[in-house]
């Protein structure tokens, strides 16, 4: 199994710094006006594999995800002793692509205190686990870790591609990510097989009555309710989903799909859609020789070739005042530290524009209340993007 056929976390052992070359999506004829002269300024250190940034709705304060299992907050720009969350015990961190892997917030969660994790356990081999957790009642910065409710367990081929994002959408559902399941090449054809979960994005609903057998509901106008694919599809097609996000006060679902040796790609996430993989690695044909049919494919808005990058990290679309230059811009990055907005001018036509190279091992991206961007550092911190 080749390097790139491991998930980008990896990069503690495998990571590899390419040289730039040109590429990106749709692009406008016009070259872009050059970007604003921006830097990263550290917030917090110290911190041990973060993977994850968020938010409860209305909350000043961060969540931050660490990979071997636990949860941590940021409060006043300051890193709070102890853990939010603890589950070490429950996952399987390995280094690599496994552990506790994404977090989101009730959209009710100042008055039920309910949160949901994304994380890989061993249960007779591995598989991927969708719970719920509760803070304490009397107590804001401790989760209840005895509060565990199990939504859903996805059964995981091998141990990378798991994916990891949690997020709620405008419509109060939960939409979940999961990786096609790993290996390299996608050998059971995951992502285009509508009668399993992996090499998807899934949407469930977490408040009861749930549907029958199940501790979750399914939403009525889900795609495959009505058959031809497992009623939890929302999207799929998605070889592994780093990093999706919902624009803020917007309608677009922009998601990063990371790619196999050749291509990084953005897309748009969008109801039943089928986004390609594994007859499509970005816009190109993944394995021409045994053929490539695009009937009903979407292809990305965006994507960069190898060695440009090396694993994409999806971010946020900017909503903040203090870079006014970024305003609605879809601001991402790659694991190699680069980081690039995408704007949309005219309708359907996207430019990419280069605003950071830096030495940084970006795992996440995060935003505040105010829609300025953060940025998580695999190495241990988090820096937030700001205007020189």
Not at 20 to 40: F, K, M, N, Q
Not at 42 to 47: E, R
Request: glycine fraction near 12%.
């Amino acid at each position: 199994m080749s390097r790139r056929n491991l998930f980008p976390l990896s990069v503690l052992v495998f990571l590899t710094l390419f040289l730039a070359a040109c590429g990106g999506g749709t692009s406008s004829i016009e070259p872009p006006p050059p970007p604003p002269t921006l830097a990263l300024t550290a917030v917090v250190s110290g911190l041990s594999t973060p993977l994850d940034l968020q938010r409860p709705p209305g909350d000043s304060r961060f969540f931050i995800v660490e990979q071997r299992g636990t949860i941590r907050i940021i409060e006043n720009g300051a890193l709070q002793a102890g853990d939010f969350l603890d589950i070490q015990s429950l996952t399987n961190f390995d280094g690599a692509e496994q552990g506790l892997l994404g977090l989101a917030f009730h959209p009710n969660y100042s008055t039920n205190r309910l949160f949901y994790v994304n994380y890989t356990r061993n249960n007779g081999g591995p598989e991927s686990v969708i719970a719920e957790f509760q803070t304490l009642a009397g107590n804001p910065n401790q989760a209840d870790p005895a509060s565990e409710r199990i939504l859903l367990t996805v059964r995981q081929p091998f141990a990378n591609h798991k994916g990891g994002q949690l997020a709620f959408g405008p419509d109060n559902f939960l939409y979940i990510g999961l990786g096609d399941g790993g290996s390299g090449g996608d050998p059971n054809n995951n992502g285009q097989t509508l009668t399993v979960l992996l090499g998807k994005i899934l949407r469930i609903g977490v408040d009861p009555p749930f549907s029958p057998g199940l501790q979750y509901a399914i939403p009525a106008d889900n795609p495959f309710v009505g058959g031809a694919g497992l009623p939890e599809i929302w999207a799929y097609g998605l070889r592994n989903p780093w990093r999706f996000s919902f624009e803020r006060g917007g309608t677009h679902l922009f998601c990063g799909d990371v790619g196999q040796d050749s291509w990084e790609e953005v897309d748009l996430i969008t109801k039943g859609g089928n986004f390609g993989w594994r007859v499509m690695e970005g816009a190109h044909c993944f394995n021409p020789s045994s053929g490539c049919d695009m009937t009903n494919k979407i292809l990305p808005i965006a994507e960069y070739p190898h060695p440009e990058g090396e694993a994409i990290i999806g971010g946020y679309v900017y909503k903040g005042t203090a870079i006014s230059s970024l305003a609605n811009a879809y601001i991402f990055g790659d694991l190699t530290g680069k980081i690039w907005s995408l704007t949309e001018a005219p309708a359907n036509t996207w430019t990419r524009t280069l605003l950071l190279s830096t030495s940084r091992t970006i795992s996440s991206f995060g935003q505040d209340g105010a829609g300025e961007v953060y940025v998580v550092d695999y190495s241990g911190s988090v820096l937030k993007l700001v205007s020189k």
